[in-house]
């Protein structure tokens, strides 16, 4: 029998119900193995002291036949989702003393579902960047090779799940910051339809890309977690009540639309053949493989990188030193906004800052925001015409498997590792990654993902066809 | 092209302090940053209008509520000064 910090939320589920373990020896045996493991893969900023009260409240409602599959089960949560009392710094100086007023709108549903909380993950700055190496506390490493990044910017998150530190855990995705690191560490993430789930409590970032979702061991367990924290909610008005969009109906038989022309020169060899593979797996399987046409996808990373910055430098004005966060003190109240924010924010913040004040001012809005924005639109437009022929669009989740540390200093060459991601949070539509496969380098071998795209609030299709993948893996 | 001015005036903007340096290693990424962006000049949008969203009131409706002072202390303990519940800033105006 696995250890029990093994287990996916459906079995750890079942132990508790079957009286394998209660759920004190389900919590230890993630927390030690976070105690153990953390020094060297630096997954956690904080793991947090047990809670005796909801262990207790938690084991009482499942020997009264409490329902929830969460009850009792420790999650892990990105630093950028509040937990009241508890820091949340997004992995900044800036917020390094920063502790949460209020419970994020994901945490208060975990709560009531009876869910633990291990600790809050590492993460690039203020969720910006691919590795986790922008994090101002150090970078994490990938378990399944240490000498490699976990991707990012949930890179925390994920190297939490993969190396069995909790049983699953929340990330925040805005431009594939949940779906690459799971494709890197060889586990299941969800970016959710925008306003599937609230983003109150969600440190922002993009407030028109972020989402809040799972990153979990298997197929199921991200259902389960994703049912547990969507929901419209009167804190958030961007989120979006059910039937919103005209319902999807999926037959035995997934029709999956594979945008060749974009699948080049720039995806690695053997992470195609993975991807080819898996597609004829699928067909084999009775599912049917179509072509689609997504030509603006080519424009897609740019437009991203107008509109991420564009909303980062909006967002990010509130951290000005006075009311909370790091606070520094110059001569005049301007020396105090520019030398808080000079210190507090880390290269990469400041650089998308910059970037961001750049396009949106004067003489270059129409030429970069605006336009920008048409793309996007006219992005959402092409998937909406593809998903008349096809449920769900599939690509390779990034081109290659996880790069070694330092690999992508310059910062387009990092950005381009988003390059299948962005799209669905331009468009807004739900996307999953799923493990297809390994492929070698330098001895180890390394998990790949493969990526669905649904139509909005098409996740049903979703966990359908990644679990289809699912199912070749272990077959 | 960018120039190390530019970079300094939108540092400015956006309230922060570059050093030299690094306003200089900022400017040459930008240049690369700004080319690849700038493939957006050669998307050709479709000439009918854009789809305007439908409208509707996002402010919550006020009902009930909460009771007044219950988060105060909660806020005020992230105040980098206080005095009572009162965030201390700098005095902007003078009295002379």
């Known amino acids: ?475 | 092209m960018a120039t190390v001015d530019d970079v300094k005036k939108l540092a400015a903007l956006s309230r922060i302090e570059l050093k030299d340096a690094q306003l200089q290693k900022f400017t040459n990424e930008f240049d690369s940053i700004l080319a690849y962006v700038s493939q957006l000049e050669s998307l050709e949008l479709p000439s009918a209008g854009s789809e305007k969203p439908q409208l509707r009131n996002v402010m919550r409706v006020e009902g009930e509520p909460h009771p007044s002072g219950i988060y105060t202390e909660k806020i005020a303990a992230q105040f980098p000064a206080r005095e009572g519940d009162a965030l201390v800033v700098k005095q902007i105006i003078k009295h002379e």
């Open chain 1, 1 to 475: 029998m696995s250890r029990f910090n093994e287990l996916t939320i459906v079995r750890a589920a079942q132990a508790l119900r079957t009286k394998e373990c209660t759920v004190r020896e389900l919590w230890d045996a993630c927390a030690t193995a976070a105690r153990e493991k953390n020094p060297e893969l630096n997954a956690y900023l904080e793991i947090f002291d047990v809670d005796e009260a909801a262990i207790e409240a938690a084991q009482k409602r499942i020997e009264a036949g409490d329902a929830s599959l969460l009850c009792g089960i420790p999650l892990a949560l990105k630093d950028n989702i509040l937990l009241e009392g508890k820091v949340a710094s997004a992995a900044s100086k800036m917020l390094a003393n920063y502790r949460a007023t209020y419970d994020a709108t994901v945490v208060r549903k975990l709560k009531e579902a009876g869910a633990l909380f291990v600790g809050r993950t590492n993460m690039d700055e203020f969720a910006m960047g691919s590795s986790t190496e922008h994090s101002a506390f150090g970078p994490t490493k990938n378990p399944r090779d240490t000498s490699r990044v976990p991707g990012g910017s949930s890179g925390g998150s994920a190297a939490a799940v993969a190396a069995h530190l909790c049983i699953a855990a929340l990330g925040s995705d805005t431009g594939g910051s949940i779906r690459q690191p799971a494709a890197y560490t060889g586990l299941v993430g969800l970016k959710p339809t925008y306003g599937a789930v609230s983003r109150s409590g969600l440190i922002a970032m993009g407030s028109s890309l972020d989402q809040i979702g799972p990153l979990t061991k298997s197929v199921e367990d991200g259902r389960i977690l994703y049912e547990a924290i969507r929901g419209s909610d009167p804190l958030d008005s961007t989120t979006i009540a059910d039937g919103l969009y005209s319902a999807h109906v999926s037959s035995a038989a997934l029709r999956i639309g594979v945008p060749r022309e974009l699948i080049g020169d720039g995806v690695d060899e053997d992470v195609k053949a993975v991807f080819e593979g898996v597609l004829k797996k699928l067909e084999e399987a009775g599912h049917s493989i179509v072509d689609v046409a997504l030509p603006t996808s080519s424009h897609a990373l740019a437009a991203y990188y107008v509109i991420m910055p564009a909303e980062v430098s909006t967002n990010l004005a509130r951290l000005d030193g006075i009311r909370y966060g790091h606070a520094s003190r110059g001569d005049t109240l301007l020396a105090d906004y520019v030398q808080s924010r000079t210190e507090g924010f880390g290269e990469e913040t400041l650089r998308r800052i910059i970037l961001g004040t750049f396009v949106l001012s004067s003489g270059y809005i129409d030429a970069y925001y605006r336009k920008a924005d048409a793309a996007r639109e006219l992005l959402r437009s092409e998937y909406n015409a593809a998903f008349k022929n096809c449920d769900v669009i599939a690509f390779p989740t990034t081109p290659s498997p996880a790069f070694t540390f330092g690999a992508k200093s310059d910062p387009l060459s990092m950005y381009l590792e988003d390059v299948y991601t962005v799209t669905a949070n331009l468009t807004g539509m739900p996307a999953v990654s799923v493990p297809m496969g390994d492929v070698a380098r330098e001895g180890n071998m390394l998990p790949v993902g493969i990526h669905f795209t649904a139509p909005h609030q098409g996740e049903e299709l979703l966990f359908v066809a990644a679990s289809e993948v699912e199912k070749t893996q272990t077959a």
